[in-house]
């Protein structure tokens, strides 16, 4: 009787004796997936051969992944991120027709139960900032409008945060508000110009960074939630196609399609209008819903 007949473990039979053992697993997909992983596992020890003081090292480094982790800090989620096996796992799961606008990440910022605006409100509680408006249509992949969709919108500040992380100094809900389309689908709104900024560094995930050489900061953009009855909700961003980050986002969270013109605008006239002073930006950007799935 040979090794892997018997269950002894050997370096050669390592992956087949250990999913041997999941033969009493209490579901056919959670079997599946460990005998996935388990494999995919012993294969990169196999060729990078680690030493013992290594395989610590990395054990120690997902021990203190954990450690982070707090009820408003998800360090684990971050490593995903910077992995890009979070922007893998949601384009996996958010496979458009075509002609419909491509998702991105949530990101950990949103807030629910953010409050309902009228059409063309100031999202920026705290007038600080370079003055934005945002527009375009939204519409189905007939290319007629949907009416009565909700656009969640939230953005950071135009020094790089977002009001749930200066609590005390940006007022609450600022740069946020959800929006509802009329009859011909278009929006807009009112904000200031969005600015880069890093994801949490000061962790495991962020030390990890710097040992690759790699930096923490994600380009600017605006978050948007996009509901429609009769459609597939998206999740999405738009970028500034001008940011110094736009092709090194620390989470590989921007898409071609997802980047906005931002055009500094002089026009006194439509600028009282909109209650400005002086030059501020243009953002036009349509999105396209996909049908819900039957």
């Known amino acids: 009787m040979g090794a892997e007949e018997n269950g002894y473990f050997t370096e050669e039979n390592s992956v087949d004796v250990v999913i041997s053992r999941n033969g009493g697993a209490k579901s056919e997909r959670l079997k599946v997936i460990m005998e996935v992983v388990t494999r995919k596992l012993h294969e990169a020890v196999k060729e990078l051969e680690p030493t013992q003081e290594e395989w610590m090292d990395a054990i120690l480094f997902l021990t203190r992944t954990g450690h982070t982790c707090t009820d408003w800090r998800q360090e684990f989620i971050l490593l995903s991120d910077v992995l890009g096996v979070s922007m893998l796992v ?20 949103h807030v629910a139960d953010a409050p309902e605006l009228p059409m063309g409100a100031n999202i920026c509680l705290d007038h600080k900032g370079e003055d934005m408006v945002i527009g375009g249509r939204i519409l189905g992949t007939d290319g007629e409008p949907v009416a009565n969709a909700a656009l969640d919108v ?16 940006q007022p609450d809900f600022n740069l946020r508000g959800v929006f509802r389309t009329g009859e011909d689908g278009r929006y807009w709104f ?4 969005p600015k880069y900024y890093p994801i949490p560094d000061d962790g495991p995930v962020g030390q990890m960074l710097g040992a690759l050489g790699r930096h923490p900061y994600r380009p600017a953009h605006l978050h948007y939630i996009i509901k429609a009855a009769g459609f597939e909700t998206l999740v999405t961003h738009i970028f500034d196609p001008n940011d110094p980050y736009i092709h090194s986002d620390a989470v590989f969270g921007v898409k071609e399609s997802l980047l906005a013109e931002f055009k500094l605008t002089e026009d006194p006239a439509r600028a009282r209008e909109l209650g400005f002073e002086g030059k501020f930006w243009q953002v036009e950007h349509d999105f396209v819903l996909a049908p819900a799935k039957s």
């Open 90 to 109: 949601d384009a996996i799961n958010n496979r458009k027709p075509t002609g419909a606008s491509e998702s991105t990440v949530l990101g950990p910022f």
């Open 154 to 169: 939230w953005q950071a500040n135009d020094e790089g945060f977002y009001d749930v992380q200066q609590q005390g100094i």
């Open 190 to 193: 009112r904000a200031v110009k």
